[in-house]
């Protein structure tokens, strides 16, 4: 599936990885909702992923628009950056408020 059907619109993300929740394998700390697009299929055989900016408390479900998208250039599981609707972030705040993870590879921003 091509995450850049998702850019400009309007999409519904199970949160498996709570703001505050911790990653099994590396230990750090969620700053921010994290979680996938249901009855998706990304290359690296699961769910679209997806991270949720601009909501301050843990989640279980968000529904939102998905503004841009982390394309991976070093791996195959792009991100989708999803906000509440309205809401907008510039490329350098997605990729600061996403580093927690995204510092492991190298990374761009799509925009619609």
Do not use: W
Request: proline share 6%; with cysteine.
């Amino acid at each position: 599936m091509d995450t850049k059907e998702f850019l400009g619109k309007t999409v519904a993300v199970i949160v498996d990885r709570p703001m505050g929740s911790r990653h099994l394998q590396h230990g750090y700390i969620y700053p921010i909702n994290y979680g996938y697009i249901p009855n998706t299929l990304a290359p690296d055989g699961q769910e679209v992923d997806a991270y949720i900016l601009g909501i301050f408390e843990p989640l279980s479900y968000f529904e939102g628009d998905c503004i841009a998208i982390i394309h991976r250039i070093n791996d195959v599981d792009d991100k989708l950056i999803v906000v509440p609707q309205g809401k907008n972030y510039s490329d350098e705040q997605i990729l600061a408020l996403t580093e927690f993870q995204e510092q492991f590879f190298v990374s761009v921003v799509l925009r619609p």
